[in-house]
Structure formats: structure tokens, C-alpha cells
């Protein structure tokens, strides 16, 4: 019997656009804490037991750290966190794009000791409630964040973000300076792209798939945008037979190296 594997969240959907790639997206469901659970399918079934997939540990690990989750409502969004203990001055993390509180997962134990850590899903991701006709945009998440960060912490905060994470750090840290104590931009996308150059980035893709989801009333994103984006991930990933799974999963430990 093989040992069974533990898998990030980040390995758990590679898998899922490498499984994609080969026509099996429907063996996947999304969960709000785990990300990406395999659903029994003929050929999925055969490389899950190969592969011996867990649960990510990580999830007992931040929960053993005292990591609670819990939600507010503020203007009139349902902001789902996750709260660290009242350890230190007040820290408050936002993730990248189409991620959640979990790609801090690794970080969040050590943090604890010295920081009261809020992992915030920002509107858009994960349990976090819009209403109706909500507008994704920069000042309406971002003053709705800061009405947050009123409420729930009450004083200047620590704050940085991941990618789209730390541009709504910025703007907090230039419309809201009384309530941010320092801020850590990591890896923010701080440029400008006109047409039609914009069309040959990675972001033109990723936003295309976004807008085209909302039109077409997409209830599960992750299997949607995995299968639009199919000749992408077949150029980057690769295409590989279902009833050879050892190849696949061959290929999969090379990349996670």
C-alpha cells in the first residue's frame, strides 16, 4: 500500500488543472476549507489511489495555533476571517487573487506568537457575502475593508497583501492612513498595460475568465476557469494518459521540486 501523501493547496490544484487538461474536471468539488476534494471518477479514482491524496495538514496546524474563523458584517458585506490570539499589536493579511485565508496557512503559526493575526477574505473570495450588484472595485472593497478594520480592530493595524492583496494594502495605506500602522506590499502588480499589448499577459487571461464567469453566471469558478484556460495548461502542464497514472504522478513530483 502506498503512504499516503501530504498535499499543499497549491499541489491540490496543479492536480486539478493537470486532471483537467486530460477531461476529468468533473472529479473535482470545491470546499471552503480544503480547497480542491476529489470526487470519485473512473480514471480519477485510479490516480487518487495511486497517489494516496490527504488533507492538507496545515489546516490542524493553524487551528492548533488558536486560529479561530469567524465573520462580520459591515456595509452591508459578510467578511468571513480567520483570527489569530491576541498575541501583539494587530496584523492583518490579504491574499492574492482567487486564493483565500488558507495561502497563508504556512506562515500563520509563527506569526501567532507575536501579532493578534486577522487573514482576512477580502470580497469575492472565499466565505465572504457580497450583496446584490456589489461593485468589485478598488474604492468600494477597500473602504469596505477599512470599515473592517474600524470595527474589528479599532486601531492602527500592520498590514500586507499578496498580489491583488497588496494593492488593496496600498490603497488602505493611501485613503486610510489613521488606520494602518505600516504596510508590506508583496509582489503587488503595480503597472499599467494599454490595448492591445494588455491582450498578451498572464492578467488579460486571468481577468477575461473572471468577466466571463459573472456573465455566464458561473456558480463554481475554480473547474470553470480550468477548463477555459485548457490549452494553457496543456502547453505548461502537459497531457497524460489517465490509464498510465504512475506517468502523471511522475510528472507532478518533478514540478512540485
Given at each position: 500500500m502506498n503512504t499516503p501523501t501530504p498535499l499543499s493547496r497549491r499541489q491540490?490544484?496543479?492536480?486539478?488543472?493537470?486532471?483537467?487538461?486530460?477531461?476529468?474536471?468533473?472529479?473535482f468539488a470545491t470546499a471552503p476549507d480544503l480547497g480542491l476534494i476529489p470526487r470519485p471518477t473512473a480514471g480519477g479514482s485510479q490516480l487518487i489511489a495511486t497517489m494516496g491524496i490527504i488533507a492538507d495538514?496545515?489546516?490542524?496546524?493553524?487551528?492548533?495555533?488558536?486560529?479561530?474563523t469567524r465573520s462580520a458584517t459591515v456595509n452591508q458585506v459578510n467578511v468571513s476571517?480567520?483570527?489569530?490570539?491576541?498575541?501583539?499589536?494587530?496584523l492583518v493579511l490579504l491574499h492574492a487573487q482567487q486564493l483565500d485565508w488558507f495561502g497563508y496557512s504556512r506562515v500563520l503559526p509563527e506569526l501567532a506568537k507575536k501579532f493578534h493575526v486577522f487573514v482576512v477574505d477580502y470580497q469575492g473570495h472565499g466565505n465572504t457575502i457580497t450583496p446584490a450588484g456589489y461593485a468589485m472595485t478598488a474604492n468600494r472593497i477597500g473602504t469596505d475593508l477599512a470599515a473592517f478594520l474600524q470595527a474589528k480592530i479599532g486601531q492602527p493595524a500592520f498590514v500586507t497583501g499578496n498580489s491583488s492583496g497588496g494593492l488593496l494594502t496600498a490603497w488602505l495605506a493611501a485613503n486610510r492612513p489613521q488606520q494602518v500602522r505600516s504596510v508590506l506590499l508583496e509582489d503587488p502588480p503595480l503597472f499599467a498595460s494599454e490595448y492591445p499589448r494588455i491582450k498578451k499577459t498572464i492578467a488579460y487571461r486571468d481577468f477575461a475568465s473572471c468577466a466571463t464567469a459573472v456573465d455566464q453566471n458561473v456558480r463554481d469558478f475554480l473547474p470553470f476557469w480550468?477548463?477555459?484556460?485548457?490549452?494553457?495548461?496543456?502547453?505548461?502542464?502537459?497531457?497524460?494518459?489517465?490509464?498510465?497514472?504512475?506517468?502523471?504522478?511522475?510528472?507532478?513530483?518533478?514540478?512540485?521540486?
Amino acid at each position: 500500500m502506498n503512504t499516503p501523501t501530504p498535499l499543499s493547496r497549491r499541489q491540490l490544484l496543479t492536480l486539478g488543472a493537470g486532471l483537467a487538461a486530460i477531461g476529468t474536471v468533473g472529479g473535482f468539488a470545491t470546499a471552503p476549507d480544503l480547497g480542491l476534494i476529489p470526487r470519485p471518477t473512473a480514471g480519477g479514482s485510479q490516480l487518487i489511489a495511486t497517489m494516496g491524496i490527504i488533507a492538507d495538514p496545515w489546516q490542524a496546524r493553524v487551528r492548533a495555533a488558536g486560529y479561530v474563523t469567524r465573520s462580520a458584517t459591515v456595509n452591508q458585506v459578510n467578511v468571513s476571517y480567520v483570527e489569530g490570539p491576541d498575541n501583539g499589536p494587530p496584523l492583518v493579511l490579504l491574499h492574492a487573487q482567487q486564493l483565500d485565508w488558507f495561502g497563508y496557512s504556512r506562515v500563520l503559526p509563527e506569526l501567532a506568537k507575536k501579532f493578534h493575526v486577522f487573514v482576512v477574505d477580502y470580497q469575492g473570495h472565499g466565505n465572504t457575502i457580497t450583496p446584490a450588484g456589489y461593485a468589485m472595485t478598488a474604492n468600494r472593497i477597500g473602504t469596505d475593508l477599512a470599515a473592517f478594520l474600524q470595527a474589528k480592530i479599532g486601531q492602527p493595524a500592520f498590514v500586507t497583501g499578496n498580489s491583488s492583496g497588496g494593492l488593496l494594502t496600498a490603497w488602505l495605506a493611501a485613503n486610510r492612513p489613521q488606520q494602518v500602522r505600516s504596510v508590506l506590499l508583496e509582489d503587488p502588480p503595480l503597472f499599467a498595460s494599454e490595448y492591445p499589448r494588455i491582450k498578451k499577459t498572464i492578467a488579460y487571461r486571468d481577468f477575461a475568465s473572471c468577466a466571463t464567469a459573472v456573465d455566464q453566471n458561473v456558480r463554481d469558478f475554480l473547474p470553470f476557469w480550468i477548463q477555459v484556460n485548457k490549452d494553457f495548461i496543456e502547453a505548461n502542464v502537459g497531457v497524460v494518459n489517465l490509464a498510465q497514472p504512475q506517468q502523471f504522478v511522475t510528472a507532478l513530483e518533478g514540478f512540485f521540486r
